[in-house]
């Protein structure tokens, strides 16, 4: 690669990381999850070990987090507050242990002793006492300069104030992690993502008063500045803060040599689910101090420590409840509700295992402690189960053979395809029959890709079917907002909203229309095909007088399963009223006839970000009805790029770079000579 290339690459991840930093520091927000910062700011590091020419003043070598908010007054730090190396396995601890046998010039061996201290996920601080007197507390800010919030840290309950005891030392800045109780947590659910950011969102309030109201407290680790300290080791300096009155860290270990390190870590993986707060790995440090003081620091790290880390997609934990939820087309999924883990900086609750078959084959039980994985986008799921720590009385899980929402019997099918029985049962009922179905059905209805009616959410579907104001699609046009502007939460103006987005959709393309009917394996990519082969809501409906299925077999693209499908669909008497019931209701336009040289033939569009008054889909069939085409990504090929609101940067920044012409949504428009 060009020097000036790989220049750019470093440079963009520098930015992004000080991005991040930022909107954390000054919003206690994190956009990523900590592992892809991890991820960032390890290929940082790799790009500056592999090229020597790298070095910008804002690389995380050079500095350690952003600047502290300017709401506080800000105060340097006698000692910087540094960060720690990462290790992620055995072997990034043996290097660990080797460059220090290295630097120290002895053999390598095994008698370094550390203490091993659980890592609290929180934020830390920095007390400073003066003759046993709290004076000050800093945040730890850009980890030279911190923020002054001495204020809220006094609210903190077991902080103590005024310490007594004759080996106190004179001056003393004891460090640690404010952080608050899982189980305290649980009551806070509802405003912060997780306990990290609610310990940082409390600690940084202008008011003290709202800091007092969140449980937070304060685990004592390390110290900076200090005049006076007589311990000569981390594990004595751990007993003595707990003789001084700070609560320390009860899993704090002491421990000699990698291979014992890592029976700990693994022991503690085991129990993490049931500590009441949160840890993301384990902090060992050299014990002795006149060794801590020879090896120094290298970078804004110390060789001394490093935290070894707990996997960033797996984790284990204890299978609380299994609960089975009902999709639109009747499929029983059971979820797993596990003990609130960590992984990767996402709090994780549920799992989904997948059908009666995954269970049955993992034999995966109520109570069970089993290993968990969360990796990248994918739903979190069960990787496997730890029968030894199985309780004697544990029982087989019986998947039901009644739908846990209607009653009706659960069927598995058999498969065309495959030629085997599925994996999923299902409900047997006629969908509408089934509340969740039906409910599942609604939302499906009203959403993006089907009828779009803006504002109308699944929290409102499920809310206006249990009032009985929705029970079937028609009834959507037919609401009764005089009932619904008395309800809670409702008003004339939010009233007025939703009717006029309601009756801005009462026309519909015969496409979208059918895909909005929500019949199994009819996507958007069949529902077009049909839409283009029936060309009209009457012949389509037609369908359940002339039956002439087989002759769809014609449509390419269209098998055996879709038939068989749009069969069940009209064969259900309930369906045929919905049918007639939404044709006198809504405008369902005929299917365009394909255009060939439209206004955009050959060329080429992307949509990145949020656009006003009109949907992605919308946008996209608009595209192919003017004989254009829309890709996926940004490369050479792509004629337009459409910006929305938010767009993401990287698309655009690629856009610029290929010098692809890049337009807003009124431009689009422009080209069709529609006006916005
Ligand atoms: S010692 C020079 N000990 O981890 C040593 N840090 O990445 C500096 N942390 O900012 C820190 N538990 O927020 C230390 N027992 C522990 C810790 C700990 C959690 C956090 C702390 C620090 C970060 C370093």
Known sequence: MKKNLIKKEYEERINALSYYNKKYYDNNFSEISDAEYDSLKKKILDLENKYKFLNSKNSPTQSIGYMPSKNFKKARHRVPMLSLSNAFSESDLLNFEKKISNFLSRNLSSDISYTAEPKIDGISASLYYKNGELIRGLSRGDGKEGEDITANLLTIKNIPKNIKFKDFPEEIDIRGEVFIKNSDFNNLKEKFANPRNAASGSLRQKNPQDTKKIPLRFIAYTFGFEKGLKVNNQFEYLKRLKVWGFETNPLNKLI????????????????????????????????????????????????????????????????????????RTGALTPVAKIKPINIGGVLVSNATLHNEDEINRKDIRIGDTVTVER???????????????????????????????????????????????????????????????????????????????????????ENFWKLNLIKFPQDIFKLDYKKIEKLEGWGNLSVKNLKYSIDEKKKISLERFIFSLGIRHIGLENAKLLSKYFESFSQFKNLSKNKDYKELLNIDGIGETQVNSLKIFFSNKTNISVLNELGKIVLIKNAAIEKTDGLLKKKTFLVTG?????????????????????????????????????????KVENARELEIQIIDQNQFLKMLNKRS
Do not use: M
Not at 285 to 301: E, H, P, S, T
Not at 407 to 434: H, M, P, Q
Not at 622 to 648: A, C, F, H, Q, R
């Open 256 to 327: 000699t040599g990698v291979k014992n390190l890592i029976k700990n870590y693994e022991e503690v993986e085991k129990y993490r689910a049931d500590i009441d707060f949160d840890i993301d790995g384990i902090v060992y440090k050299i014990n002795d101090f006149a060794l801590q003081k020879r090896l120094g620091y290298v970078g804004n790290a110390p060789r001394w420590a490093i935290a070894h880390k707990f996997s960033s997609d797996k984790a284990i934990s204890k299978i609380l409840d299994i609960d089975i939820q009902i999709g």
């Open 375 to 461: 990796a990248g986008d994918v739903i979190p799921h069960i990787l496997s189960v730890d029968v030894k720590k199985r309780q004697k009385d544990s029982s087989k899980f019986i998947f039901p053979n009644k739908c846990p929402s209607c009653g009706s019997k659960t069927i598995k099918e058999y498969n065309l395809i495959t030629k085997k029985k599925d994996a999923v049962r299902r409900c047997s009922s006629e969908g509408y029959f089934c509340e969740k179905i039906s409910i599942e059905k609604l939302k499906h209805f009203v959403s993006k890709e089907a009828f779009n009616i803006d504002g109308f959410g699944k929290k409102i579907v």
């Open 610 to 650: 949020k656009l006003n008054g009109i949907s992605r889909a919308e946008v996209k069939s608009l595209i192919e009805e003017n004989s254009g085409v829309t890709v996926s990504s940004v490369s050479k090929k792509l004629n337009y790029l459409i910006v929305g609101d938010k767009p993401t940067k990287r």
